[in-house]
């Protein structure tokens, strides 16, 4: 009996700390287990219970994965508390993906608000693996403070030195400290001036990820400099229980998040009420 | 397929005969209501196989409220699903299968994942129908243009005659049934058939005439579009107490979630029913919840019905069992909701004859 209920033994191999509040774990699955940038999976805490998470690391990296998580319920708090070598289950992939091969020859911006930017790192090493095939990529990225920005190293230096002259990076944070030597804005700052890096601002394509009301503004300042709504890529976070269209739980309108989504395009949600709640 | 008749006497030989080879489950009354009971010689001449839909939705026997569905890192969960007969379906339990088997064993909730225990579960289980003779007064079907018989989705189905009963079969496991029970049926009759079809216009006519005042000139789908702001979920939710017997009744509610234990040696997997009725049932982690008040949720449970369903699949998820009707503590009736919709919209409603 092929039952989806059943999750896959999978050993945490390593765990980064990112901030105070997120960690990284580098998950190896007993089975061959590969996903798509923007697929979800069901994290098993073993008797605990089950949470849904998008990777971020490369889809390309076959031998391990990460997920990056924050800590707010019972399931993240227990993982937090998890140490090297322990098991836990994953069930997946799950959803639908980021159409990067409908993206070829477009400007692409992507917009990450805290730990929204785990899918989109996911997404970022997609399309650079395949860089030539993009025109242009723009990264914008913001924290609450210097000491929230997530995968620092790499956005602040690695990803900036690798990429020089050929991807643009935009980080902001709300508010900063005494060491921070970039910007202090909310995250839509970012887009000020961003037809200064994106010449056909209507045919581009926008991807926005984290907390709700972040998307919620970004994506109103996206329609305002002149991104269309099915150009804008939304990641939507919703309770999936099961993953597989069943259980009902992230219903959104005629959609379900796990098995429609989560990657939609705000033309597809624009007229589902409360859709940022 | 010619249609058989099977007089009184032999119609209980033929209950007996099920119930020596399998598990049978069919509706004894209790107080006001049907209810399923396993039969056994104590209750035999008990059951109320013809008169209407039990108040067990059947999705119990498919979908049970708990069930362990996985004992992980481990693979050695059996799952034992005996072969049983259903005796005393009614159409309106048998169309709300149709939505289950969408979500749980059809294309469009998931083509690589399908449910095994519900696939299992419906394949073991021989559903034998019986037309409805005597609706609730909170019976709707016909609003929601379901009848009340069957013309699909059973193996066997019996009308109620005063001689005995009509069988039409509607399956090759209906017809294996009848094959090797042959003794005890015979060709059913032309003025047989006749009195069937008065019956069945005479049960029509009487749900027809309990809904008089509630049926409105356009459909509950076309009445639910766009509603979303209207004052009339607030006004009728005002009764709700939250409790969610509505979803736990309903025939088509089919939400569920997965909760994790560990006993002594093993993780287990459990599928519970759920109701997106309850407050936390869209709240993510963190807390944010995208249907904080009980008006919103429920409008929710019947734009599911009504808009979701309608969209994905082109049926209604509602049958017009009334059970939500039956056994809500705040009296709240869902035509009464679609009524007020009606008017709201300016739309006729209850004037005809």
């Known amino acids: ?277 | 397929m010619e249609k058989l008749f099977v007089g009184k006497d032999n119609f209980l030989k033929f209950v007996q005969n099920l119930v020596e080879r399998f598990s049978v489950y069919a509706p004894v009354e209790k107080e006001d209501f049907l209810f399923y009971e396993k039969v056994n010689q104590e209750n035999i001449d008990k059951i109320k196989v013809d008169t209407r839909r039990a108040i067990h939705p059947l999705k119990s026997f498919f979908l049970p409220a708990r069930r362990k569905v996985s004992e992980y890192f481990n693979s050695s969960l059996v799952h034992e699903q005996q072969n049983c007969v259903i005796l005393g379906a009614k159409n309106c339990d048998l169309h709300a299968l149709k939505i289950s088997d969408s979500v749980y064993s059809g294309e469009k909730f998931g083509v690589e994942y399908k449910d095994p225990f519900y696939i299992e579960a419906r394949e073991k289980t021989t559903l034998i129908s019986f037309d409805c003779l005597s609706p609730d007064e909170v019976c709707f079907c016909r609003l929601v243009g379901v009848d009340p018989f069957p013309g699909e989705g059973f193996d066997l189905n019996f009308s109620s005659l005063e001689e005995g009963f009509i069988i039409q079969v509607g399956s090759d496991k209906g017809e294996k049934l009848i094959k090797e029970n042959e003794a005890l049926f015979s060709a059913a009759e032309q003025n047989m058939i006749n009195k069937r079809d008065k019956n069945r216009e005479r049960v029509v006519k009487l749900i027809e005439k309990n809904n008089r005042e509630f049926k409105p000139a356009k459909s509950y789908r076309e009445l639910i579009r766009d509603s979303d702001a209207s004052p009339v979920w607030k006004e009728h939710s005002e009764m709700c107490v939250d409790c969610g017997g509505c979803n736990q009744i309903c025939p088509t509610c089919r939400c569920f979630l997965l909760t994790d234990s560990k006993t002594k040696d093993k993780y287990e997997r459990h599928y519970l029913w759920d109701a997106c009725l309850l407050t936390g049932f869209a709240r993510v982690a963190g807390g944010a919840n995208p249907r904080p008040y009980l008006h919103q949720r429920f409008a929710n449970r019947l734009l599911c019905k009504f808009y979701f369903f309608p969209e994905n699949i082109n049926l209604d998820a509602c049958t017009g069992c009334g059970r939500c009707i039956a056994v809500c503590p705040g009296k709240i009736d869902m035509r009464k909701v679609f009524r007020d919709l009606a008017v709201e919209k300016k739309i006729t409603v209850g004037l005809e004859k």
């Open chain 1, 1 to 277: 009996m092929n039952n989806p209920y059943e999750p896959i033994k999978t050993q945490i191999l390593k765990i980064i700390p990112e901030t105070a509040q997120i960690k990284t774990f580098v998950l190896k699955p007993e089975n061959h287990f590969e996903f798509n940038a923007g697929q979800f999976i069901q994290l098993t805490i073993p008797g605990v219970g089950e949470g849904p998470f998008t990777p971020s690391s490369s889809p390309y990296e076959k031998e391990k994965m990460e997920v990056t998580i924050m800590q707010v319920g019972k399931i993240t708090s227990t993982l937090h508390n998890m140490k090297e070598n322990d098991l836990v289950g994953i069930r997946g992939p799950y959803g639908n993906r980021y159409p990067v091969d409908e993206w070829r020859n477009r400007e692409i911006l992507i917009v990450g608000g805290g730990v929204g930017l785990a899918p989109l790192r996911s997404l970022f090493l997609t399309l650079t693996y395949n860089l030539k095939e993009y025109k242009k990529i723009v990264l914008c990225y913001g924290a609450k403070t210097p000491e929230d920005i997530v995968y620092k190293e790499s956005i602040l230096n690695k990803w900036q030195k690798e990429f020089a002259g050929k991807i643009s990076f935009r980080v902001t944070v709300d508010v900063g400290d005494e060491k921070w030597k970039g910007k202090v804005g909310l995250v839509t700052t970012t887009l000020d001036g961003i037809d200064e890096e994106v010449s056909n601002i209507s045919e581009s394509i926008a991807v926005v990820c984290g907390p709700p009301v972040m998307m919620k503004f970004t994506t109103l300042k996206l329609l305002d400099v002149g991104y269309t709504p099915e150009k804008i890529y939304l990641s939507m976070e919703k309770n999936m229980s099961c993953g597989i269209g069943k259980c009902g739980h992230c219903q959104l309108g005629k959609f379900l998040a796990c098995r429609d989504g989560p990657v939609f395009t705000y033309e597809q949600l624009k007229d589902i009420p409360a859709i940022w709640d």
